[in-house]
């Protein structure tokens, strides 16, 4: 039996959990939501790294095996640091995004959006050119995406508005790859889609991180097909607003959320 450790800042994450879900559903997950410092994306990397620290430790701590950073920001500023301190292995989700993103560029401009900590970090800057040093990548953060996904504003007028605002640098520079940088954005492809044009090819980090996680856990053995996993969700604040928002991402209700207290208190 294998337990995965998932963190994010909050609610987002849940894209992630749900693409681990139905890449291992025999897996044991342990999901925890930040939802009392949401958003990290705001913050520096100095606070995101020190809470993403107290986390880690917190579900290593609780007999994970693997430990998946949600959090684009998260990925961007603590990956390090938390590979350093835990003896598990750590993925984030940065990473296998631009891994995609260079293979599926046709004519190396590559796009990138997310929350402003994620994009000042210029963490997929860095890697898409590390993997491909000709790639011309594009970054711009969307900050109203989040507030627009967690109102279950997936495809309404003013949502459709808030993308052209934000995508038509993308358009205009003629990317014809989009990373979608946070974990919120997969819930607005059909939009974003609709926007860019459907020859371009949109990056789901979720996904590339979920395929990461399986082949790591095919070469150690761990797979369990015969199995239905068990999960636990824990929040720092407000678990009925998780669980009503995590609806939405899920598609289903969410059961065993409990709240829990992490951070100063246990410093």
């Known amino acids: 039996m294998i337990k995965l450790g998932i963190f994010d800042s909050g609610i987002g994450g849940l894209t992630v959990y749900r693409e681990i879900r139905k890449a291992l559903p025999g897996a044991d997950i342990h999901y925890f939501g930040d939802t009392a410092r949401v958003p990290y994306g705001t913050k520096s990397a100095q606070t995101v790294t020190h809470f993403s620290m107290q986390i880690a430790l917190y579900l290593d701590g609780r007999g994970v095996d693997t430990v998946i950073v949600a959090c684009n920001t998260a990925s961007a500023y603590?990956?390090?640091?938390?590979?350093?301190?835990?003896?598990?292995?750590?993925?984030?989700?940065?990473?296998?995004?631009?891994?995609?993103?260079?293979?599926?560029?046709?004519?190396?401009?590559?796009?990138?959006?997310?929350?402003?900590?994620?994009?000042?970090?210029?963490?997929?800057?860095?890697?898409?050119?590390?993997?491909?040093?000709?790639?011309?990548?594009?970054?711009?953060?969307?900050?109203?995406?989040?507030?627009?996904?967690?109102?279950?504003?997936?495809?309404?007028?003013?949502?459709?508005?808030?993308?052209?605002?934000?995508?038509?640098?993308?358009?205009?520079?003629?990317?014809?790859?989009?990373?979608?940088?946070?974990?919120h954005y997969p819930m607005l492809k059909e939009v974003i889609s609709m926007v860019m044009g459907g020859e371009v090819v949109l990056i789901d980090s979720a996904q590339e991180t979920a395929s990461k996680v399986k082949g790591h856990l095919e070469k150690k053995g761990f797979i369990d097909e015969m199995r239905a996993g068990l999960e636990l969700f824990e929040v720092t604040d407000s678990p009925e607003r998780f669980a009503e928002v995590g609806r939405l991402f899920l598609d289903r209700d969410l059961t065993n959320i409990v709240h829990v207290t992490i951070g100063e208190k246990e410093d």
């Open 78 to 183: 603590a990956l390090d640091a938390l590979r350093n301190a835990l003896r598990i292995p750590v993925f984030g989700v940065i990473a296998p995004g631009a891994e995609a993103a260079v293979k599926a560029t046709r004519n190396g401009l590559i796009g990138v959006i997310g929350t402003r900590g994620t994009i000042s970090s210029g963490a997929y800057q860095r890697a898409i050119c590390e993997l491909d040093p000709a790639a011309r990548v594009v970054a711009s953060p969307c900050p109203l995406f989040v507030p627009l996904v967690e109102e279950g504003w997936l495809v309404e007028p003013i949502t459709q508005e808030v993308a052209i605002k934000y995508l038509t640098p993308h358009m205009e520079a003629g990317v014809d790859t989009l990373v979608l940088g946070c974990t």
